[in-house]
């Protein structure tokens, strides 16, 4: 069955970096669009980065641009997120996305487990 396993999460300073890591298996990956989501205690999850099926495109949500960059791996099956110039806004549990078709059309298919991020000021 499909799994999405995150990877990555932790405790930082504002500034600071971090790598997330979402490997994937159960379906045929380098298919698939894929993307991050976050949901910060008492807030929705919220869309956060994505990338087309062969990596050559990328979009993201306006809070993370210029900061965060998603790529992928598609030979080891794995998504990352690389996060910089962290935030304490940016704390919360980070999700791991498989689209059900192009990530502009915005339908998820599955999710993973999370892996929290927590950003101190």
């Known amino acids: 069955q499909v799994q999405l396993v995150e990877s990555g999460g932790g405790m930082v300073q504002a500034g600071g970096s971090l790598r997330l890591s979402c490997a994937a298996s159960?379906?045929?990956?380098?298919?698939?669009?894929m993307g991050w989501f976050r949901q910060a205690p008492g807030k929705e999850r919220e869309f956060v980065a994505a990338?087309?099926?062969?990596?050559?495109?990328?979009y993201y949500a306006d809070f993370v641009k210029g900061r965060f960059t998603i790529s992928r791996d598609n030979v080891k099956k794995t998504v990352f997120l690389q996060m910089n110039s962290l935030k304490p806004e940016d704390t919360a549990v980070y999700y791991c996305?498989?689209?059900?078709?192009?990530?502009?059309?915005?339908?998820?298919?599955?999710w993973g487990q999370g892996t929290q991020v927590t950003v101190s000021s």
């Open positions: 159960g379906f045929f990956f380098s298919r698939y669009d």
């Open positions: 990338i087309n099926w062969s990596g050559a495109s990328t």
């Open positions: 996305a498989r689209y059900r078709g192009t990530y502009t059309e915005g339908s998820v298919a599955d």
